[in-house]
């Protein structure tokens, strides 16, 4: 988990996250994921299996239906990328505090 790659455009950087809590990615979660991908500039996308959406909709994050186990990959032309896959990396790793 958080393995940070730089793709063939060197403004995109990506890194792979596995979510480990029990209950995966419902709404509480995904809202969380938001709150953070919300505070970053340039855009953000979260893909699953193939199906990319906007990191910063609630809505799409959910979409993915990710649970238990899923490994989701963020994409990112963000300036501040190490930051926002630093927040990600210790959101994922905290299980979205899930009890």
Do not use: C
Not at 34 to 52: F, Q
Not at 90 to 98: E, I, T, V, W
């Amino acid at each position: 988990m958080g393995d940070t790659k730089q793709t063939d455009e060197d403004s995109i950087r990506s890194e792979d996250l596995v979510v480990a809590n029990e209950m995966g990615v419902h709404a509480r979660p995904a809202a969380m994921v938001v709150r953070i991908t919300n505070k970053y500039e340039g855009e953000i996308w979260v893909e699953k299996d193939g199906e990319r959406v906007n990191g910063k909709s609630i809505m799409g994050i959910m979409m993915l239906a990710a649970g238990a186990g899923s490994k989701l990959t963020v994409y990112t032309d963000s300036p501040q990328a190490d930051e926002l896959f630093e927040e990600l990396r210790n959101l994922f790793a905290g299980k979205f505090q899930d009890n």
